[in-house]
C-alpha cells in the first residue's frame, strides 16, 4: 500500500485539488498501475503486432494520445512475469512504457510536426527518445542528453535495440545547451529531473518522506534547464517542459519564470484539444496537470510553448578536439561498397553521411556537422564495420538499423533458435543451405536480429558480449 506523507495531502490540497478529488486521488494511489506499451514501428508493423497480441488472448486498448500505445486489459488476460523477455521486445518491436509518458513526445509533434533537429535534454532510459525517432522515421537528428554516467549505457542500449540510427548521444548538464548551441533546434524535449510524485502507483514508497525543500531544491534546477532550453530554441520552435510530479512548484512555477524571464519571445501553445478529453487536465494556462484518477494513469504535467522572437544570442568558441573524425575518402567508400555487395546491400542513399575514423566507419545522421566543436558528442549515428588485413567486419548495430535492406546472405531462425541466439548460443539451424556465405545477416520473423558466422553446420553467435541476456525468453502466450 502506497504511504503518503500528510505533509504532501496538505500541500497538494493547498494547491486547490478539492476534498473529492483529493479522496479519488488518495483511492488511485492505492491501485496498481496499468500496464502499456508503445508499439515501435521502425521495426513493426502494428496491426500484425497488435494481431499477435489479440492471437494469444491479450486484449490491447489504444491509448487516446499516443497513435501506437496500447493499454493491456488485464481483466481479460493477466501479462505473465518479464515482459521484458518476450522476443518481441528484445527485439525493439515493442517500448515498455508508461501511458502518460507518451503524451510530451505527442505535445511536441502537435507544436512542430516535421522538426530536422530535435534536443531530448534528460533523456535516459530512451523512451521518449525512441518514441521521437519513430515519428520522425530515423530521419534528421536527435540529440539525446543525459547527464548520468550510470543511465547513459541503458538509453544507449535502448536505442540500438529499437532500431533507432538519427541519434547522437551527449553527456552534459543540461543547462549548456542554451549558451553552446544558441537557437540550434527545431524542437526541444525537457522532461525534467522531478520529485517523482506522479509515480506513487509504482513506486509506493515516492510518498513517504516528501518535504517541500526538495521541492523547491529541483524548482530552482527545472527553472535554469527550461531557460537553457529556450536559448537553444530555433524562433518558430516548439519546446515541450514535462514532469512525472503534480506540485506547482516544479510545474506551473517553472513556466512561469520562462515566460517571465522572455516576456514577447515566448508564448504557450495550448494542449487543451491535444486529444479526445484532454481538457479534463487542462489548467488555465493551456498545461496539463494530469492527476492519476484522471486518467487512470501515472501523474504528469505537460506544457508546450513556441518561440516567436529570436532572443539575445552570442556565437560560442568552438573546439573541433572532440571530434576525430571526417567524410569517408572515395578510396574506402569504393572498398566497403565492394564488401557490402556480399549483402546485396546498396550504400547509395546513405553514403554522404558515412564518415571514418582511423579503421572505423560510422553513419552520422544529417545536420551533425552544425554541432561540430560546439558539444562533446560521445556516440553518434551507427558504428557500420571496421576495417582489418581481411578486410571490413561489419558491425552488431548495422546490421539492426540497416539490415532490412540487405537481400542476399540472410537466414531466418525460429523462436527457439532466436531464444539461443540472445543468450549467446552458438545456432545449429536446419535450414542452413550452400548458397549462404560465412557472414549472415540473421533474422526473427524477417527482421534483422544481428550477425553469425557459418562454420560448417552451425552458426557461430556474433552478438556483442554486452548485449547477451541470461535467463529465458518467450514467445506472446
Not at 508499439?39 to 503486432?49: E, F, G, R, V
Not at 537528428?141 to 535502448?158: D, M, P, W
Not at 531462425?413 to 531464444?419: I, K, M, V
Not at 542452413?432 to 557459418?454: D, F, R, V
Request: with cysteine; aromatic share 10%; net charge neutral.
Amino acid at each position: 500500500m502506497a504511504k503518503i506523507s500528510p505533509d504532501f495531502i496538505q500541500h497538494i490540497s493547498q494547491q486547490g485539488l478539492k476534498s473529492e478529488a483529493l479522496e479519488q486521488f488518495i483511492e488511485h494511489c492505492q491501485k496498481p498501475l496499468r500496464r502499456s506499451i508503445r508499439i515501435n514501428d521502425l521495426i513493426a508493423n502494428k496491426q500484425q503486432l497488435v494481431k499477435t497480441w489479440q492471437g494469444a488472448g491479450y486484449k490491447l486498448e489504444p491509448i487516446t494520445w499516443a497513435e501506437n500505445g496500447y493499454w493491456i486489459n488485464e481483466k481479460i488476460k493477466a501479462l505473465p512475469p518479464g515482459l521484458g523477455n518476450f522476443i518481441d521486445h528484445q527485439q525493439g518491436r515493442f517500448y515498455i512504457q508508461e501511458a502518460s509518458s507518451m503524451l510530451p513526445v505527442t505535445a511536441l509533434f502537435a507544436a512542430n510536426p516535421n522538426p530536422q533537429m530535435v534536443l531530448d535534454i534528460a533523456a535516459a532510459p530512451g523512451s521518449k527518445t525512441t518514441q521521437i525517432a519513430a515519428l520522425m522515421q530515423n530521419q534528421g537528428l536527435i540529440v539525446a542528453n543525459e547527464l548520468s554516467s550510470s543511465r547513459l549505457k541503458g538509453l544507449y542500449s535502448n536505442i540500438q535495440r529499437c532500431g533507432v540510427s538519427n541519434v547522437c548521444l551527449t553527456h552534459a548538464d543540461g543547462r549548456i545547451f542554451g549558451d553552446r548551441t544558441p537557437e540550434q533546434f527545431d524542437a526541444i524535449l525537457l522532461d525534467a529531473p522531478c520529485g517523482g510524485e506522479g509515480t506513487v502507483r509504482k513506486d509506493q514508497d515516492a510518498l513517504e518522506h516528501w518535504s517541500l525543500d526538495s521541492v523547491l531544491s529541483m524548482s530552482q534546477l527545472q527553472k535554469e534547464l527550461i531557460v537553457s532550453a529556450f536559448k537553444a530554441l530555433k524562433p518558430g520552435g516548439s519546446l515541450v517542459y514535462s514532469t512525472c510530479t503534480l506540485s506547482k512548484e516544479e510545474n506551473q512555477y517553472v513556466c512561469q519564470h520562462l515566460l517571465d524571464n522572455f516576456g514577447k519571445e515566448v508564448e504557450i501553445f495550448s494542449l487543451g484539444t491535444l486529444f479526445d478529453g484532454a481538457e479534463k487536465a487542462l489548467t488555465p494556462e493551456g498545461y496539463l496537470h494530469i492527476y492519476p484518477q484522471i486518467f487512470d494513469s501515472e501523474g504528469f504535467f505537460v506544457a508546450c510553448f513556441k518561440k516567436v522572437a529570436n532572443s539575445a544570442k552570442t556565437t560560442p568558441e568552438t573546439d573541433n578536439r572532440f571530434f576525430p573524425f571526417e567524410p569517408i575518402d572515395r578510396k574506402n567508400l569504393q572498398a566497403f561498397e565492394q564488401y557490402c555487395q556480399h549483402f546485396a546491400w546498396s550504400l547509395s542513399t546513405i553514403k554522404d553521411q558515412i564518415w571514418q575514423r582511423k579503421n572505423e566507419l560510422w553513419y552520422f545522421p544529417v545536420n551533425i556537422e552544425s554541432l561540430i566543436g560546439k558539444i562533446k558528442m560521445d556516440r553518434m549515428g551507427v558504428k557500420l564495420a571496421e576495417s582489418h588485413k581481411k578486410g571490413f567486419r561489419l558491425e552488431h548495430q548495422a546490421a539492426i538499423a540497416f539490415g532490412q535492406e540487405f537481400k542476399k546472405n540472410r537466414l531466418d531462425l525460429s523462436a527457439e533458435e532466436t531464444r539461443d541466439f540472445y543468450l549467446g548460443k552458438d545456432i545449429y539451424p536446419d535450414n542452413l543451405t550452400s548458397e549462404l556465405s560465412a557472414e549472415i545477416l540473421l533474422s526473427y520473423q524477417q527482421k534483422p536480429i544481428g550477425l553469425g558466422k557459418k562454420i560448417s553446420n552451425r552458426i557461430k553467435n556474433n552478438l556483442p558480449r554486452e548485449l547477451v541476456r541470461d535467463g529465458s525468453f518467450s514467445q506472446l502466450n
